[in-house]
């Protein structure tokens, strides 16, 4: 029974692969954009500011402004990828020892914890509510069921087999929904890079002074 779930889980991820490859090379298929005026910076350098740097908090006004969410959504996709790294190391039988478990724990408590207070805070504040669809609690519950049941598998409280249908379920859901973010985030951050970087406006500079009698 074990290996045939295990082989389920083989072939969901194979198909969420297979199928947001699909979404990422339409997304690309437009071709690019013809330029005509000179290029006024560099495009690399625009594109490391954007997936590096330019994700700080200081550097985005709606980060800065909630830090607290924004520490929270760090907490909750870091746990997400914990999630993902135990459900590859259950797959192959490795032994992660009494230190990897506890880190795995920690990342994984932290990440359900944050998921759920996301999720609540979707529901309580009615901003958010109003905004809101289906799939933005479906996909936060799905993810957090997911992550439950990892946890409760590494506390030994759920079977193996029950962590492995959930991870079917989200596999299968993840091309579906606003999951699939996790890939198109980064695609978006190299296309706001790349514009903009060639453009001179980023990496942000330090503004310079103006000095008196000096034409802006």
């Known amino acids: 029974m074990v290996f045939w779930v295990k082989l389920g889980v083989v072939i969901s991820f194979l198909y969420a692969a297979a199928f947001l490859g699909y979404l990422l090379w339409r997304n690309f298929s437009f071709g690019h954009r013809l330029y005509y005026a000179h290029s006024r910076g560099d495009e690399k350098k625009g594109i490391f500011y954007a997936l590096g740097p330019g994700l700080l908090p200081w550097t985005k006004e709606s980060a800065s402004r909630h830090l607290g969410v924004y520490l929270t959504g760090i ?3 870091t746990g997400i990828g914990a999630g993902f790294a135990f ?65 409760g598998h590494l506390f030994g409280w759920i079977s193996e087999i029950l962590f492995f249908v959930s991870s079917i379920v989200l596999l299968i859901y993840l091309p579906w929904g606003k999951i699939r973010h996790c890939l198109f985030f980064f695609a978006s951050r190299v296309f706001f890079g790349r514009f903009f970087g060639r453009r001179g406006v980023l990496p942000r500079q330090s503004p310079q002074p103006v000095f008196s009698g000096e034409r802006r």
């Open 75 to 77: 907490a909750y996709h």
């Open 87 to 151: 459900l590859g190391i259950s797959l192959l039988g490795f032994d992660l020892g009494h230190l990897g478990r506890l880190l795995f724990q920690v990342f994984l408590g932290g990440g359900l914890i944050s998921g759920l207070g996301l999720l609540l805070r979707r529901i309580i504040q009615k901003s958010l509510r109003f905004i809101s669809c289906g799939d933005d609690y479906g996909a936060n519950l799905v993810v957090d069921l997911f992550l439950a049941l990892a946890l």
